[in-house]
């Protein structure tokens, strides 16, 4: 046996990792090979008595439950070893002997410094690869969609992942098909096995799987999408909406908890009401259950066929509960021994996936066991080999590493401007400009889908902006979702990747929050975390501003902190034409676009333009001069471009030329228009809607500190709002908004500086 590769431990030991590597050396599992390549004495279970088997004790993995339960919605044949071809099941024990020897490889090569973090399957290897035998993994429509947590490695190489491609993830090496080291590893994201690239947050991945799941509904598809997770992750809010809308509309979606009882050292009984998420999943009508001892690779092929063949047929969502053990500390991070017990380490030990397996293919003289060690041995040689292989590939090159935040090509709109709107077209107000913009577009391109709380049928949206789509485009193109914005936003995850174009409407700005760990960790890094694999072009709609007496939670302002998101791009259109055209281009962007519509502009007599024509498409990051001036320039967007063009009508009366400059988006930010301007002018107002203190109006101040200072003949002004909430009544509003009033009093004293 090949064993060169594990030979520098001892020079190595005193390396920070050493702990982690260590401890999984001293809990690796019976019957596996050690790191240092010899195999450790094997406990069968033919030695185990079959009630210790099967619940163990303490918080021992498997609890006394039959080795498969269900709701008795799903008709389950049990397999046996007479159900498979042999060759078939010989594959399936050498790939989760593969799962688990790079587990103990990488462990160790945390433990030779050569890796940074570890995230073991080791335990979870038979329930994926039984989930596996019945999926279709490619890439693009037409084949099953993949939505996994960290512990899917033996999931992602039954698929079709390779020992290298794993390693080269785990050193974080520039061709790592993942992330070309951008993420950590176990964050897979394999394009070409339908793999959405994984995010860190806990629970992410379920309504973005939903997302799939619609998606294949829409094209009539027989696929489903497989959304995996451990036990912790159910105690999430992403669960539970996920399971609600998925089961409303019967979407194609296995949920697999990998439940190893522990979400990092909180057992299952501090964490879960019923001690299971079996129970949890019980009061969703229209969502099978499975519940099923996944140490045992034929109850879970038995479960998997069933629950695959349940939603490929049309019959809607399974929640499938896989009772596994966690055989390694939760990441190289941990040490278990602090919370678990030399007893419940080895209960679980003694219900080990992979000898059960073994023993089962002995038994049936599948196989025998020279074949087993042999295979083992083989298995051990491709590890070392591969990461022999890996350690000498290129790392990523620095100047790289701010490649795909955007989407770097080109987008092939041919821009439209202002002249090319007819001055005695027929009035537009904004509200008007966007619901043409989306029935337009929605005529274009029927991949295009427009949904959110009450966008559907008569009502149109509480401001009426997608008024008449229903009826136009029917009630698959344009339809409601519950009450729950990050469910909103995470399924559009999943078609936005899937190749449809969602625009999602958040009924006001203040309501955006709940949608926060889609927008900042799964929407707006996609294309980055994934090296510019994976896309989700989307566009989120969203009601701001103040102005309209709407207290605290109708009024916010909400620009500064999503300008500040890397890969989420930002408009604010103060016109009915630049709402039109900046919509256009939003939806036939490849980035996804927060698109902020002030609500006291929707029908404000002074954003109020001629009708723009039909597919009219406005350029992001350039800005547009509303007002031309020679002695002081007014930055400013949204509601506040309207009063800033009031100031400079009345400081035009008392002999100041003003220019105004309109960003219309802020990211991308136009800083060459700002910058021209305040060099033409010598002096600059910033205005803007949000709190002052750490508001965007400060990096536009920033920046023209850094690049024009020379050119400034008085202090950059700012006006904005104070810090504080909106309150409802109308004195207090007044009190803490930008006001004409106040804008006026500004400039006026920059003139006279």
Same mark, same amino acid.
């Given at each position: 046996m090949q064993n060169t590769n594990d030979s520098d431990l001892d020079a190595e030991a005193s390396s920070p990792d050493s702990t982690a590597a260590d401890a999984a050396e001293a809990n690796a599992p019976d019957g596996a090979p050690s790191a240092d390549g010899e195999a450790a004495e094997k406990t069968t279970e033919e030695q185990i008595p079959v009630d210790d088997l099967m619940h163990g004790d303490g918080h021992a993995a498997i609890p006394q439950i039959p080795s498969i339960e269900s709701d008795g919605s799903i008709e389950i044949d049990e397999l046996t070893t007479a159900d498979f071809d042999p060759d078939d099941l010989r594959h399936r024990l050498r790939t989760m002997m593969l799962s688990r020897r790079l587990d103990e490889k990488m462990m160790t090569l945390l433990k030779q410094g050569k890796g940074h973090f570890h995230i073991g399957c080791a335990g979870h290897e038979a329930v994926q690869s039984a989930i596996s035998r019945y999926s279709r993994p490619g890439e693009g429509p037409g084949h099953?969609?993949?939505?996994?947590?960290?512990?899917?490695?033996?999931?992602?190489?039954?698929?079709?992942?390779?020992?290298?491609?794993?390693?080269?993830?785990?050193?974080?090496?520039?061709?790592?098909?993942?992330?070309?080291?951008?993420?950590?590893?176990?964050?897979?994201?394999?394009?070409?096995?339908?793999?959405?690239?994984?995010?860190?947050? $806990?629970?992410?991945?379920?309504?973005?799987?939903? %997302?799939?799941?619609?998606?294949?509904?829409?094209?009539?598809?027989?696929?489903? $999408?497989?959304?995996?997770?451990?036990?912790?992750?159910?105690?999430?809010?992403?669960?539970?909406?996920?399971?609600?809308?998925?089961?409303?509309?019967?979407?194609?979606?296995?949920?697999? $908890?990998?439940?190893?009882?522990?979400?990092?050292?909180?057992?299952?009984?501090?964490?879960?009401?019923?001690?299971?998420?079996?129970?949890?999943?019980? %009061?969703?009508? %229209?969502?099978?259950?499975?519940?099923?001892?996944?140490?045992?690779?034929?109850?879970?092929?038995?479960?998997?066929?069933?629950?695959?063949?349940?939603?490929?047929?049309?019959?809607?969502?399974?929640?499938?509960?896989?009772?596994?053990?966690?055989?390694?500390?939760?990441?190289s991070s941990d040490d278990h021994t602090k919370y678990r017990t030399p007893d419940e380490l080895e209960a679980d030990r003694k219900i080990d996936p992979i000898a059960r397996l073994e023993k089962r293919l002995v038994d049936a003289d599948l196989v025998t066991e020279d074949e087993v060690e042999a295979m083992r041995s083989e298995v051990h040689e491709e590890v070392d080999e591969a990461a022999e292989w890996a350690k000498q590939q290129d790392d990523p090159v620095p100047e790289t590493a701010t490649d795909h935040v955007f989407f770097e090509g080109d987008l092939d709109i041919d821009y439209n401007s202002e002249a090319d709107i007819d001055a005695d077209a027929e009035p537009m107000v904004m509200v008007d400009a966007i619901n043409r913009t989306l029935k337009e577009e929605m005529a274009r391109d029927e991949s295009i889908i427009v949904y959110g709380e009450d966008v559907a049928g008569d009502k149109g949206g509480v401001f009426t902006a997608t008024k008449e789509l229903t009826a136009e485009f029917g009630k698959d193109r344009c339809f409601n979702s519950p009450l729950a914005e990050g469910s909103i936003v995470g399924t559009a995850v999943g078609y936005a990747a899937s190749g449809f174009t969602p625009v999602v409407e958040i009924q006001f700005a203040d309501y955006i929050w709940p949608a926060m760990q889609q927008l900042r960790n799964q929407v707006a890094p996609f294309r980055y975390r994934s090296n510019g694999d994976w896309s989700c072009p989307m566009v989120i709609r969203v009601p701001c501003g103040g102005y309209i007496h709407g207290g605290l939670c109708h009024s916010q302002n909400i620009e500064s902190i999503f300008g500040h998101t890397p890969g989420l791009k930002v408009a604010l259109p103060s016109t009915a034409a630049d709402a039109k055209g900046l919509l256009a281009t939003a939806i036939r962007s490849e980035d996804p676009v927060l698109f902020l519509e002030h609500k006291a502009l929707y029908r404000a007599a002074s954003a109020r333009t001629p009708t723009p024509p039909e597919h009219y498409t406005l350029p992001f990051g350039e800005a547009r001069i509303a007002r031309e001036g020679s002695d002081m320039t007014i930055v400013t967007y949204g509601m506040m471009t309207q009063k800033s063009l009031n100031a400079a009508k009345e400081l035009e009366d008392e002999g100041v030329d003003v220019e105004v400059v309109d960003l219309r988006t802020i990211m991308p930010l136009d800083s060459e228009t700002i910058l021209e301007s305040v060099k033409k002018t010598n002096r600059v107002l910033v205005v803007y809607e949000d709190h002052e203190f750490i508001g965007f109006g400060a990096e536009i101040c920033a920046r023209i500190g850094d690049d024009a200072f020379k050119h400034l003949d008085a202090p950059i002004r700012r006006v904005a709002g104070d810090f504080s909430p909106i309150p409802f009544a109308h004195s207090l509003e007044r009190a803490v908004l930008p006001s004409d009033e106040g804008i006026l009093e500004a400039a006026r004293d920059l003139a006279a500086f």
């Open positions: 099953d969609w993949f939505c996994f947590y960290y512990r899917d490695l033996c999931m992602a190489l039954s698929l079709g992942m390779t020992p290298r491609e794993a390693l080269l993830a785990h050193l974080a090496k520039a061709d790592d098909p993942n992330s070309g080291g951008r993420q950590m590893p176990e964050h897979f994201g394999l394009k070409h096995l339908n793999v959405m690239t994984t995010a860190s947050s $806990v629970g992410a991945q379920f309504n973005p799987g939903v %997302g799939f799941g619609f998606a294949i509904q829409q094209r009539e598809e027989n696929n489903y $999408v497989y959304i995996s997770c451990g036990d912790g992750a159910t105690s999430q809010g992403d669960f539970h909406e996920a399971l609600n809308w998925a089961a409303r509309e019967q979407a194609p979606a296995l949920f697999l $908890v990998q439940d190893n009882k522990y979400a990092i050292s909180v057992p299952i009984d501090e964490q879960t009401a019923g001690g299971t998420p079996y129970k949890l999943a019980a %009061g969703y009508e %229209g969502l099978s259950r499975m519940r099923v001892d996944g140490t045992d690779f034929f109850a879970s092929a038995s479960a998997a066929q069933a629950a695959i063949q349940h939603i490929r047929d049309g019959n809607g969502p399974v929640c499938l509960v896989a009772d596994v053990v966690r055989l390694l500390p939760h990441s």
